[in-house]
């Protein structure tokens, strides 16, 4: 029995210490290095190998060494492989230092004091209390919930959007497509954390970009193909949305000629918001495995019916 790592080479060093700190009974391999593939039984990878079947025919678990799992193609898994997202506790960490970072960038004008910074100009502007600013965030997932409960905490006013119903304390819930025009007509902020499935893809799009309050500003750190980028570029020429952090982009690296580079109302930041942290990351798939082989649930196991 071996696990076999499939994603950045130098986290991959790190992986490899931990397990030999912590499972050294489990023989170890970074890609391209699989040792006796017979042998394989868990894969963590960003991107699995192709023909993963014939490649690796006794895999029993395959890991996703981040919190999304849209990058893979599940027609070329096998129904029966569990997959696995990864739900370790750095990813929310990071993933609330990056939103609350952007949405106090926005509400204390961050870039309009730069602007005039490098205007040489000094003016105040009027300080607002956060009650003033209403944030919402699209998808109540882990990462969803951990951003709410920080901001609530902070003073903001919030609410949260997703496809079935949820309550969570200090932040007003709305859920499915009665729900969402309520949701965006009072989201100053709105922050995309939903998972891209067929259904989310190119969600934030000129339909709901109008439904938010003029002068909103738009946050995504959920994935490039959530947003519609011509409908962005056409609502802040419009001034109907003052303006948009992305963290995530549909072609990644952005090219060079990419328009959002050079808007002045656009942040955009190298898909850094959240990272996986080795030492947790290992934690949690090590006791995946030791749940997987006393035949309990996996933490984080994707339903492959709701694509999360």
């Not at 997932?141 to 119903?165: E, H, N, T």
């Not at 949820?166 to 995309?192: K, N, P, Q, W």
């Not at 992305?246 to 060079?256: F, I």
Request: with cysteine.
């Amino acid at each position: 029995m071996s696990f076999l790592y499939k994603a950045d080479p130098v986290r991959g060093a790190e992986w490899a210490q931990l397990f030999a700190a912590k499972a050294p009974d489990i023989p170890f391999y970074c890609w391209p290095d699989t040792g006796d593939r017979n042998a394989v039984r868990y894969l963590a990878a960003w991107l699995p190998p192709a023909d993963i079947t014939s490649e690796f025919p006794h895999l029993e678990i395959v890991f996703s060494v981040g919190a999304g799992i849209d990058q893979f193609d599940f027609s070329s898994l096998p129904t029966h492989l569990p997959v696995v997202r990864m739900v370790e506790p750095g990813i929310a960490a990071g993933m609330v230092e990056y939103v609350t970072h952007a949405v106090l960038g926005i509400h204390r004008q961050s870039r309009l004091y730069a602007r005039q910074q490098q205007a040489h100009v000094w003016q105040a502007h009027r300080v607002r209390p956060a009650s003033d600013t209403r944030v919402g965030v699209l998808g109540l997932g882990m990462l969803g919930r951990a951003v709410l409960q920080q901001l609530a905490g902070m003073g903001f006013s919030c609410a949260g959007w997703s496809r079935s119903a949820h309550s969570l304390e200090g932040v007003t819930c709305y859920s499915g497509d009665d729900g969402l025009s309520a949701f965006l007509a009072r989201s100053d902020i709105l922050i995309c954390l939903l998972p891209l499935t067929a259904e989310t893809r190119g969600i934030l799009n000129q339909a709901v970009f109008a439904q938010l309050p003029a002068g909103a500003s738009v946050i995504n750190v959920g994935r490039g193909g959530h947003l519609v980028e011509a409908d962005l570029l056409a609502a802040l020429e419009s001034g109907h949305l003052a303006g948009a952090v992305l963290d995530v982009c549909e072609h990644e690296p952005l090219s060079a000629q990419h328009p959002f580079w050079s808007h002045p109302e656009i942040v955009i930041t190298p898909h850094i918001a959240s990272m996986t942290q080795p030492a947790g990351a290992v934690d949690l798939v090590l006791e995946n495995i030791r749940r997987h082989q006393a035949g309990l649930p996996l933490l984080g196991l994707v339903d492959r019916t709701r694509g999360y």
